[in-house]
Structure formats: C-alpha cells, structure tokens
C-alpha cells in the first residue's frame, strides 16, 4: 500500500502561484510514476501532469505547458506541483496518484493508477 497526502492548495488571485506537495508513505518503492490530476465541479477528472521516479521525466497537458512544473524529492518521497500564472480555470480539487507500473492503462488516464491522495482545493480568484 501506498498512501499519499496532499498540501498546499488555498486561495489565488489569476496571476499568481502556488505549489502542492504530495507526500508518500508506505510502499514508495513500488511506485513508478506520480500523477497529478484535477476534477472542477461538474467536470470529469482530468490528468494534469506525471513525472517518472527514476529519472525525473515529466510530461504535462497542453492547457498547463509553461505554466506548470513538476519535480520530485527522493529522499523525501515528496512530489510538488508548482503552478505559476494561475488561471480561473485552473480551479478545481487536486490530487496526486502513483502508478506501480509502466504497463498497461495509459499513463493519462485515471484508471492507470493504483493509490490516491484525499486531494486539496485551488481557488483562482478572477
């Protein structure tokens, strides 16, 4: 099991920036990829960006290109999402999620991955 814990999110203005971390525990060593994804009210879930564990290879959704950057700290275990150059349209609740292998369910989609954070809320004030 792994278990993933979220901080971070808050209330911005359009412009601003915040970063989330994504805190594991558990069986980190089983995790191969780290997702983020985000679901807005009335919306489906939506994948925002993941990035690999072992060689830090990221890869994002057009909408957040240059605006979004993920990392990692291995030995911290800890994922982070910065967001810069917030829109309102970036509102919505965010949510890390590790993906075990690199097979199988693409790695875009939500059901490719095994373990979920709670989430955390970002509100981008217009």
């Known amino acids: 099991q792994v278990q993933l814990v979220e901080s971070g999110g808050g209330l911005v203005q359009a412009g601003g920036s915040l970063r989330l971390s994504c805190a594991a525990s558990?069986?980190?060593?089983?995790?191969?990829?780290m997702g983020w994804f985000r679901q807005a009210p009335g919306k489906e879930r939506e994948f925002v960006g993941y990035?690999?564990?072992?060689?830090?290879?990221?890869y994002y959704v057009d909408s957040v290109k240059g605006r979004f950057t993920i990392s990692r700290d291995n030995a911290k275990n800890t994922v982070y999402l910065q967001m810069n150059s917030l829109k309102p349209e970036d509102t919505a609740v965010y949510c890390c999620?590790?993906?075990?292998?690199?097979?199988?369910?693409?790695?875009?989609?939500?059901?490719?991955?095994?373990?979920w954070g709670q989430g955390t809320q970002v509100t981008v004030s217009s």
């Open positions: 558990g069986r980190t060593f089983s995790s191969y990829v």
């Open positions: 990035i690999r564990w072992s060689d830090g290879s990221t």
């Open positions: 999620a590790a993906r075990s292998s690199p097979y199988g369910i693409s790695w875009l989609s939500p059901r490719g991955y095994d373990y």
